[in-house]
């Protein structure tokens, strides 16, 4: 079956660092891969997606690859800021639902 | 305007009881979710409605009872409340694009419910 795993958490960092929080898949066919933010007390909100090998999702000075040979789908951002602090999830799609990792807090300190 | 909103947003009650959360959205979705959120953050898939139709219908003991009047709501019962099921509960909804599954969920701000 489809399997996502992300790094454990929390992630702290100080503001202006670079960031990268892992993700590994497990999946049939041929996934579109995503990472969602929730921020302190809302609910999820799609942050980038990648729908085939080699893509690139970026949004918010956030990016992501889909590694087909590695199956990965890392996220990276070059300088974080205290505003992303919550907690973030990689997950794949299905036929007809997603399957989430775990959720990594990342925590950005002044 | 909220594209999905969820009613309550807090719910604290006692074990036995039973209790419903409203969900509404107005982006013209076909399909509708609930999810589960544990306190460690973990998001489990319960339902899935798909214009009024049981999609999914994930291993949730049978205390828990969707309801979709119309596409644009879907509503979940809970009978019986027991302490493991205190959580965050959110609804979600997506669209398909040309037939297919885009992954693109909306999230409401989630129901939280805590049994005492």
């Known amino acids: 079956g489809n399997s996502v795993t992300q790094m454990e958490g929390p992630v702290t960092l100080s503001e202006e660092a670079f960031l990268t929080i892992n993700c590994t898949y497990t999946?049939?066919?041929?996934?579109?891969l995503f990472w969602y933010v929730q921020y302190p007390g809302e609910g999820l909100q799609l942050l980038l997606k990648?729908?085939?090998?080699?893509d690139k999702g970026s949004n918010k000075g956030f990016e992501a690859t889909y590694r087909k040979e590695t199956t990965s789908f890392h996220l990276e951002k070059g300088s974080v800021q205290v505003s992303d602090s919550a907690v973030y999830f990689c997950?794949?799609?299905?036929?007809?639902?997603?399957?989430f990792g775990k959720g990594t807090m990342l925590l950005v300190s002044p | 305007d909220t594209a999905v909103s969820q009613t309550p947003k807090y719910l604290v009650t006692q074990m036995g009881n039973d209790k419903s959360i409203k969900c509404e959205q107005n982006l013209g979705h076909d399909t509708m979710y609930w999810y589960k959120q544990d306190s460690k953050k973990f998001l489990k898939i319960m339902f899935s409605?798909?214009?009024?139709?049981?999609?999914i219908n994930e291993t949730v003991p049978n205390r828990f009872s969707p309801k979709s009047p119309d596409k644009a709501h879907l509503n979940l019962h809970i009978n019986s409340l027991e302490l493991g099921d205190s959580a965050v509960y959110f609804c979600?909804?997506?669209?398909?694009?040309?037939?297919?599954?885009?992954?693109?969920?909306?999230f409401g701000e989630g129901s939280r419910l805590t049994v005492l």
């Open positions: 979600a909804s997506s669209q398909e694009l040309a037939g297919r599954y885009t992954g693109e969920l909306f």
């Open positions: 997950a794949l799609s299905g036929y007809s639902t997603l399957t």
């Open positions: 990648a729908t085939k090998a080699d």
């Open positions: 409605y798909n214009n009024k139709e049981l999609i």
């Open positions: 999946a049939t066919g041929y996934p579109s």
